[in-house]
């Protein structure tokens, strides 16, 4: 109802607006090669003292959606099994395990997050302007593909194509 409600109070707005219309650059995506320093968002942009550019990778695969055979089933953080405890786990393990310079290694994952959404990458054709994912519209996309190729990394780590992460249900935080 608040969509819809949203929805009839801005299209009642373009109707009697005298405002001009808003316009946006095409956001491109960064250039990888020009990896730079991230920052510390909580602290007004300090740079971390870690590097957290990603690996580049001469061999890039074009990602192709795969089949579904069967669904996968998120569970809710207040019900999970302890097997369920075992199993997540485990994957963490093995992935913390990987090689460092595999891609689907534990850091290698958490300095794609660091490097997107810390400022490391500045957006092409914008001078010095930070590509920030949290500060955008990107924020949905790139965290919902971030989180489908971590739950695919972690059930093919554990042998288990339906493996999901739990969600934490808000909307009754009792459960």
Known sequence: MLVGLGGLYGA???LVSTTPGASAN????PELDKCGV???LNTKG????DNCCPLISESIIDYHIPPVFQMKMRPSA???SPEYIFKYNMAIDRMKRLLKDDPRNFMQQANIHCAYCNGAYDQPGQGTLDLQVHNSWFFFPFHRWYLYFYERILGKLIGDPTFALPFW????PRE
Do not use: E, G, I
Not at 46 to 49: A, E, S
Not at 169 to 172: A, F, H, K, L, V
């Open 38 to 40: 991230s920052k510390n």
């Open 78 to 80: 207040h019900r999970v």
């Open 12 to 14: 009642s707005n373009l």
């Open 26 to 29: 095409l956001v491109k995506p």
């Open 46 to 49: 300090t740079p971390l003292k």
């Open 169 to 172: 249900n808000w909307d009754n």
